[in-house]
């Protein structure tokens, strides 16, 4: 059984660039979320989708947005990229409320 | 606001010598505690999830329990295979598929 895929691994951006990235759940899990790692503040909740609605959101400014298509696959959108936007940002998938989350293996974004 | 607090921050062990990784957290209305384990440069990978005060988990080496309050990792005769971070999370409310996590005990375990 495929895991949670994430792409791409690794990302160097310059500040002020937009970057997306890819997410693509376990097969048959709805909800897609979505975390951003750094040494200083650890694992923060960013957002989080199902069938397609955005359900939750973190404290996160309007440049960080995301996104769910019909397949479940998602996207995240950072926009006006700072240095301090370097970080792991890692996607989970669940089947739902009740149900345990899985991670993927993260993409590490650096912004010089 | 939902707030998670792990201790140690770091801990090195022996190999084969037991302890307990700790996890305190305040929540309005626990939906869940969840242990993972993350290696350097991957994602954190699941390890347990506990519902309820009393409720005990175990797999290999590693014990999982929870109180109202907190819960502990318990590692029994650690191997150096199980040096990582471990990280402990919590889900609140109804719906809600956030989960807050605590900054993680790093654990070395030495031969």
């Known amino acids: 059984k495929a895991g949670v895929t994430q792409t791409p691994r690794y990302l160097i951006k310059t500040r002020g660039q937009q970057v997306t990235l890819s997410c693509s759940p376990i097969?048959?899990?709805?909800?897609v979320s979505w975390y951003q790692q750094t040494p200083g503040q650890g694992l923060q909740f960013l957002f989080e989708?199902?069938?397609?609605?955005?359900?939750n959101k973190g404290n996160f400014p309007g440049r960080f947005s995301g996104r769910q298509f019909s397949n479940s696959r998602s996207e995240m959108n950072v926009s006006t990229l700072e240095l301090g936007d370097s970080a792991l940002y890692l996607c989970a998938s669940s089947l739902g409320v009740g149900n345990g989350y899985t991670f993927g293996s993260g993409t590490r974004l650096t912004v010089v | 606001e939902d707030q998670v607090t792990q201790s140690p921050e770091a801990l090195r062990l022996q190999e084969g010598e037991s302890s307990s990784l700790n996890c305190s957290y305040t929540?309005?209305?626990?939906?869940?505690l969840f242990w993972y384990r993350q290696d350097p440069g991957k994602g954190p990978e699941f390890l347990f999830t506990?519902?309820?005060a009393g409720e005990e988990k175990e797999k290999e080496r590693l014990k999982a329990t929870l109180t109202k309050k907190e819960s502990f990792l318990h590692i029994t005769a650690p191997k150096p295979e199980d040096s990582a971070t471990y990280l402990c999370a919590v889900q609140e409310g109804q719906g809600a598929q956030k989960l807050v996590f605590g900054q993680g005990t790093r654990l070395t375990i030495n031969p």
């Open positions: 929540v309005s209305g626990l939906r869940g």
């Open positions: 989708y199902f069938s397609e609605t955005q359900r």
């Open positions: 506990l519902y309820s």
């Open positions: 097969s048959g899990h709805r909800s």
